[in-house]
C-alpha cells in the first residue's frame, strides 16, 4: 500500500515570490508521482507527472518538481506565483507498471496567493 | 475533443434513498475511476472499470457500487444514503487506467448532500 504527506495544510505566499510545496510518499513497490491541482469548484486537472528517467519534471503553468528517491520526497516548486495560482494542490502517487487499485491523493495544500 | 462529463452537479437527497450519479469519459478513454472527497478524508478511491469490468475497489461499503458500459459510460449508485456520504464525486477517465501511464482526467463532479 501506498500513503502520501503534504507536509502543509496551507501555504501562504505573496504575489512574485517563489513558493515550494512538499510531499513525502511511502511505497514498498516502484511509483509514478502526479500533482494535480483544484480550482474553487472544479475537478482536478494534472499539473506533472514523473514516471521514470530525469528526476526533475516539469509540467504546465511553470510548475516544476522534483523525485527524490532517496527522501522519497516529490516537492513543487515555482520560481513566481501569479494571484491565478491560488489553488488546491495535490500530491498522488501510483502503483507503476501496472495495477488498478487507484491512485493514492495526500489531503492537499491549500496555496493562497497574497498581493 | 469534449471532456469528461458529469450529470447531475449537484444534488440534494435524505437519508435512506438511494443515488445514481453519471460520468461520461473522454471519447476513446476505456477506463474510468470514481474517486469521493470530503473535507476529512480527502481523495479516496472507489472504483475504476476498464471495458466494462470492474478492476478493482476501494475500501467502501458495498452500499457504494457502479457498472461501466459499452460505450465506456460509468454510472456509481449508493444505496440506504447516510450522512457521512455528502460529498463531492469525482469521475476520472483515461486511455488505459494505471496500467498506462496513469494520468487521469476528471471531470467537475457531482456534489451530494445527504439530510
Known amino acids: 500500500a501506498q500513503s502520501v504527506t503534504q507536509l502543509d495544510s496551507q501555504v501562504p505566499v505573496f504575489e512574485e515570490a517563489p513558493v515550494e510545496l512538499r510531499c513525502n510518499y511511502s511505497?514498498?513497490?516502484?511509483?509514478?508521482l502526479f500533482w494535480y491541482v483544484q480550482y474553487p469548484n472544479q475537478g482536478l486537472q494534472l499539473l506533472l507527472k514523473?514516471?521514470?528517467?530525469?528526476?526533475l519534471v516539469k509540467g504546465i503553468n511553470g510548475f516544476e518538481a522534483e523525485f527524490n528517491k532517496s527522501q522519497t520526497s516529490f516537492h513543487l516548486r515555482k520560481p513566481s506565483v501569479h494571484i491565478s495560482d491560488t489553488a488546491e494542490y495535490f500530491c498522488a502517487v501510483g502503483r507503476s507498471g501496472g495495477g488498478a487499485d487507484g491512485l493514492t491523493f495526500g489531503k492537499g495544500t491549500h496555496l493562497i496567493i497574497q498581493p | 475533443k469534449a471532456g469528461v462529463t458529469q450529470t447531475p452537479r449537484y444534488l440534494i437527497k435524505t437519508r435512506g434513498q438511494q443515488v445514481t450519479l453519471s460520468c461520461s469519459p473522454i471519447?476513446?478513454?476505456?477506463?474510468v475511476s470514481w474517486y469521493q472527497q470530503t473535507p476529512g478524508q480527502g481523495l479516496q478511491f472507489l472504483f475504476e472499470?476498464?471495458?466494462?469490468?470492474?478492476?478493482n475497489k476501494g475500501n467502501f461499503p458495498g452500499r457504494f457500487s457502479g457498472r461501466q458500459f459499452s460505450n465506456s459510460r460509468s454510472e456509481m449508485n449508493v444505496s440506504t444514503l447516510e450522512l457521512g456520504d455528502s460529498a463531492l464525486y469525482l469521475c476520472a477517465s483515461s486511455l488505459f487506467g494505471l496500467a498506462g501511464t496513469g494520468e487521469l482526467f476528471f471531470g467537475e463532479g457531482s456534489r451530494l448532500t445527504v439530510l
Open positions: 472499470y476498464f471495458s466494462e469490468t470492474q478492476r
Open positions: 511505497s514498498s513497490v516502484s511509483v509514478y
Open positions: 514523473y514516471l521514470s528517467g530525469s528526476t
Open positions: 471519447s476513446g478513454h476505456r477506463s
